[in-house]
């Protein structure tokens, strides 16, 4: 086996290692995309940027580089083409919000370590991965305990089915009494009679659902309940 058969087996095997930490946080979180999707866009980018490298300075068959040829062409098109898989995990929920961002942009980063171990930047790739666990791992955390009171919230999504149009003026101002901010507010009508009303509230992330569900089923009017939290 030559040298350069040795140093592209190396580079696979540290992008598939550096792909495994990012698949590994994924994975953890029960994420759309996990372990192999990350292993198969670090590899394969990896694998790529080597060829689109090599291949400027073989294909002429000799010595001599063919000015050309890009070394970078097809690393090139790796980055724009991730683009196709980002958006395939990138969802609208019903009540309007959107998730997924974060596993796009990780998917993203996958392949642009590949890109980076196959063009022979070891270390760049290595300190790339443990600065994206820090920052979607740690820095989130931190901000929690010590950030602005907005970043200490979480969302939560309620729909209430109450008994009259007269029960929503007194459970409004009941669920801020629970410390929780109301952000959007939807009333809707129904053919049974019984009004509709969906919120969007911000309540401290550390209270919990259940908790919050069991509050809101006291109040006097709610005939029906549905909560949904991102968290």
């Given at each position: 086996?030559?040298?350069?058969?040795?140093?592209?087996?190396?580079?696979?095997?540290?992008?598939?290692?550096?792909?495994?930490?990012?698949?590994?946080?994924?994975?953890?979180?029960?994420?759309?995309?996990?372990?192999?999707?990350?292993?198969?866009?670090?590899i394969v980018s990896c694998l790529l940027t080597i060829v689109s490298i090599e291949s400027a300075y073989i294909f002429p068959g000799n010595d001599a580089i063919n000015i050309t040829m890009d070394p970078l062409?097809?690393?090139?098109?790796?980055?724009?083409?991730?683009?196709?898989?980002?958006?395939?995990?990138?969802?609208?929920?019903?009540?309007?919000?959107?998730?997924?961002?974060?596993?796009?942009?990780?998917?993203?980063?996958?392949?642009?370590?590949?890109?980076?171990?196959?063009?022979?930047?070891?270390?760049?790739?290595?300190?790339?991965?443990?600065?994206?666990?820090?920052?979607?791992?740690?820095?989130?955390?931190?901000?929690?305990?010590i950030g602005p009171r907005q970043l200490r919230e979480k969302e939560i999504t309620l729909k209430l089915t109450v008994e009259s149009k007269e029960n929503i003026a007194a459970i409004i101002p009941a669920i801020?009494?629970?410390?929780?901010?109301?952000?959007?507010?939807?009333?809707?009508?129904?053919?049974?009679?019984?009004?509709?009303?969906?919120?969007?509230?911000?309540?401290?992330?550390?209270?919990?659902?259940?908790?919050?569900?069991?509050?809101?089923?006291?109040?006097?009017?709610?005939?029906?309940?549905?909560?949904?939290?991102?968290?």
């Open positions: 086996m030559t040298g350069l058969e040795m140093e592209i087996l190396m580079k696979l095997g540290i992008s598939a290692v550096l792909g495994l930490i990012i698949g590994l946080e994924r994975e953890l979180k029960r994420k759309p995309v996990g372990l192999k999707t990350s292993l198969v866009i670090s062409r097809l690393a090139a098109q790796i980055v724009s083409g991730i683009g196709f898989l980002g958006a395939g995990v990138i969802l609208r929920r019903g009540n309007d919000s959107i998730s997924g961002l974060t596993t796009a942009a990780l998917i993203w980063g996958a392949a642009g370590i590949g890109i980076a171990v196959g063009a022979g930047f070891y270390m760049e790739a290595a300190a790339g991965v443990i600065l994206l666990i820090i920052s979607v791992e740690v820095v989130p955390y931190l901000l929690g305990l801020k009494d629970l410390k929780a901010t109301i952000r959007r507010t939807k009333i809707k009508d129904t053919e049974e009679g019984n009004p509709q009303l969906q919120l969007t509230i911000a309540v401290d992330y550390k209270q919990k659902t259940t908790d919050f569900y069991y509050n809101i089923s006291k109040l006097p009017g709610v005939k029906f309940m549905e909560i949904e939290s991102m968290h």
